[in-house]
């Protein structure tokens, strides 16, 4: 199978469809506050705030301040105010998310991330249904980004062993409201989106968001992204006890992928060769791949959701989903390792030449979900009960299909400094094979949360997950297996005054092999079902355990939330290799992660908004074997202090003035307990600051111009490094975005 394509001649199109986009007749998302109901009384979420009073998922019975745990909202508002497009550029607002590049010489596809210190890419959902999408996720449908940490096996099931992170797609309601927006990038391309809701007689709404972009990269020669999506919202009885919504979004990416920069030149570069260690660096522009290296991505999701509320105070939520993601994908990556890079005349740089290899990953996501909730509160004596509970039951596969190995010729490798991006590179066509897992879940859950006097809560939990694992590998191998998981929380809050809650809760989560990203192994050593194997379905679950203690407490009226947490997570029975015989592994191992989590969110005044947090990590490995498993070792990108900051002032009606910082501190790559790092290629991550501004000014009552400089002190960093430190991302340099807002 042969994919060869001349960008120059279609990347054009997408541009065109978002000028034609934004020509329709429709300004800036309007506030559609949604109502929800706790324990009897309707919360409602003001419009001009960053701060939330609630989430959006119906397991949460209570208020955020009566929640023990750590839980942040990005609110639209601040995804419109910042231009943050992508699901990664929204979580730029939680401290202590990093994002990976992947393993050595292969590059992560879709959102990668970690949260204190645990990968959290597979513990994302879609109105609190799991999505497995193997595509980075748009903002342009969604109403806020709601960030839960700690442990969350009981609330979502498996994974989850840092949290979760919920994204809240726009609902249609029965209020006439249309906006849009234009942007304009300083590197070069635009980006439209358009946001239309209607209401269709009494009771029906119908809500339709279009996007389309065709933007650069920042500081990265062709590398682009550009693509389209559409999701359409109809809802019936809005406004009265039974509810049906609809939902479809479908979204398709034509991509330029980034497999990164050379690492020569870096701090804690290191090559056997002197005059190669000691190079300078290259232009952090380079592009190393082919101008036909693609990426293409097709998204679709169809859902149907029932809500009734009964007439006994029960509220019930069914809700059904459908989903396909298919990625298309050539890259190419380079390698700097000691026979990295080839150096024939030292004294001629202009000579040298770095090693690249072609990745072609071709693959589908599939999946069904039905999921039920009911909520219902209840006295018995002295006790008030808020309870929810449900049932979930879900089948997802995973295909992926087999491609031929390429090795490129000596003459095929890129020149170290200036690489010719024109130049046609040979594929990995597609060998006629597939592998595939496959997945089947049944759920149930029960939550109470029990008022006893005037000022404490108890919150309790429990998930049951009973599931079944398929894997068929490419040579028509299969394995099987099946288990039972059980997951719980318990927390207790003591509220001193209305305004106030102190809290200490306690969670787990469980990650059976091979079931959260659907990679089961049937690789097996000496003809023993157990192996090194972690996706190997036979060995047994790790578990999460997480204790947190904190206080909520909402000053100025209500208006600001200040938040503080102390947080203690181990992670038990990991698979490690059994250190008395090579080769085999076992489950013993253990590491920790523990640290603080400060936040302040809401309006200082009438028109000074602020969110901001602060999180420290302190990670390590208390029983482990090899490498970077071995006991000693901290957790890979896990910087032990991280922050982030975003503030706006209404200077004057028109006029809004503000902007943000985020500071990563050192992220360690090179984790070996005893490692001589000047050994190592690239051991680590430096810290740094990147801070952005912010302005906005209203042309009239309905269009306003708002300009957002990125990197404004024009910050050299990392953005990424992969795990061999042999290539990475550059940060992105000072940029700037010219937005038109526009509503009627």
């Known amino acids: 199978m042969s994919h060869i394509r001349n960008r120059k001649h279609v990347s054009n199109r997408y541009l065109t469809a978002a000028l034609m986009a934004a020509a329709v007749p429709a300004l800036t998302t309007p506030a559609l506050a949604q109502d929800k109901k706790l324990a009897g009384v309707t919360v409602t979420a003001e419009e001009d705030t960053y701060k939330a009073d609630v989430v959006s998922s119906p397991k949460q019975t209570q208020a955020l301040i009566d929640t023990p ?37 292969n590059t992560s596809a879709g959102d990668t991330f970690q949260m204190r210190g645990f990968d959290a890419s597979t513990s994302v959902l879609v109105d609190g249904v799991r999505d497995m999408s193997s595509a980075s996720r748009d903002t342009f449908n969604l109403e806020q980004v709601e960030v839960v940490r700690g442990a969350g096996g009981a609330d979502i099931g498996r994974g989850a062993s840092s949290g979760y992170i919920n994204l809240v797609s726009k609902h249609p309601t029965l209020e006439a409201a249309a906006s849009g927006t234009l942007a304009a990038y300083s590197q070069g391309g635009a980006r439209a989106t358009v946001d239309v809701n209607r209401a269709v007689g009494k009771t029906s709404g119908l809500r339709l968001n279009l996007m389309a972009e065709d933007i650069n990269a920042v500081g990265r020669d062709e590398v682009k992204k550009s693509g389209y999506a559409l999701a359409a919202a109809y809802g019936i009885g809005i406004g009265t006890p039974t509810r049906l919504y609809g939902f479809a979004q479908v979204s398709k990416g034509d991509n330029v992928p980034d497999g990164g920069i050379p690492s020569v030149g870096y701090p804690g570069f290191n090559n056997a060769t002197p005059a190669i260690k000691s190079a300078p660096r290259v232009d952090p522009e380079n592009f190393y791949g082919s ?263 909402d000053v ?70 090899t490498g970077a498993n071995a006991t000693g070792a901290v957790t890979r990108w896990s ?73 404004l002190l024009d910050e050299d960093y990392i953005a990424t490094l992969n795990n061999g430190g042999s290539r990475l991302i550059p940060g992105a340099p000072r940029s700037a975005t010219v937005t038109l807002n526009y509503q009627f």
Not at 75 to 83: F, G, H, P, R, Y
Not at 301 to 323: C, P, W
Not at 518 to 528: D, K, W
Not at 590 to 605: A, H
């Open 69 to 105: 745990q750590t839980v942040s909202v990005i609110k639209k508002e601040v995804l419109q105010q910042q231009q943050a497009a992508s699901l990664m550029e929204a979580l730029r607002n939680v401290p202590g998310i990093t994002v990976q590049m992947g393993e050595n010489g």
């Open 291 to 553: 101008v036909h290296d693609y990426e293409d991505t097709d998204s679709s999701q169809f859902t149907v959701k029932f809500e009734h509320d009964f007439a006994s105070g029960i509220y019930m939520t069914n809700t059904t989903r459908l989903s396909r993601t298919s990625l298309d994908r050539v890259l190419t990556g380079v390698s700097t390792g000691n026979a990295g890079i080839t150096a024939t005349n030292l004294n001629d740089r202009s000579t040298w030449t770095v090693n690249r290899s072609r990745q072609h990953v071709v693959k589908d996501n599939d999946a069904l979900i039905n999921a039920t909730n009911f909520t219902a509160s209840a006295t018995t004596g002295a006790f008030t009960h808020d309870l929810a509970y449900g049932l979930e039951f879900s089948t997802e596969k995973v295909a992926v299909y087999g491609v031929n190995a390429v090795t490129l010729t000596t003459a095929q490798q890129a020149n170290l400094y200036t690489p010719n991006p024109n130049v046609d590179l040979p594929v990995n066509g597609l060998n006629g094979t597939r592998a595939f897992v496959k997945l089947n879940v049944g759920s149930a859950y029960l939550f109470d949360t029990i008022h006893f006097g005037e000022k404490w809560l108890f919150n309790a939990g429990i998930r049951v997950d009973s599931y079944d694992i398929t894997t068929t590998t490419a040579t028509n191998a299969r394995l099987e297996g099946d288990g039972t998981l059980t997951s719980y929380k318990a927390g207790l809050v003591y509220k001193p005054v209305e305004t106030a809650s102190l809290y200490v809760a306690f969670a787990n989560s469980k990650t059976p092999p091979g079931t959260v990203n659907l990679g089961a192994s049937t690789t097996t050593v000496g003809g023993s079902e157990t192996s090194t194997n972690i996706n190997n379905p036979n060995v047994d679950p790790t578990e999460t355990r997480n204790l947190e203690a904190g206080v909520k407490w």
């Open 556 to 625: 100025l009226s209500g208006r600001v939330s200040l938040t503080a947490a102390y947080y203690s997570t181990e992670h038990l029975n990991e698979f490690v290799e059994d250190p008395f015989n090579t080769g085999f592994g076992e489950n013993f191992g253990k590491r920790t992660v523990k640290g603080f989590d400060l936040g302040v969110v809401g309006k200082i005044t009438d028109k000074w908004n602020l969110t901001a947090g602060i999180q420290t990590m302190d990670t390590e490995v208390e029983r482990g074997t």
């Open 639 to 711: 910087p032990e202090l991280a922050a982030t900051v975003w503030t706006t002032y209404e200077v004057s009606p028109k006029l809004t003035l503000g902007g943000g910082a985020r500071y990563t501190g050192e992220q360690v790559r090179a984790n070996t307990p005893g490692v001589d790092l000047a050994t190592q290629n690239v051991p680590f991550i430096p810290e740094y600051w990147v801070v952005d501004a912010y302005g906005s000014y209203k042309l009239t009552d309905k269009v306003s111009v708002q300009l957002n400089v990125y990197n």
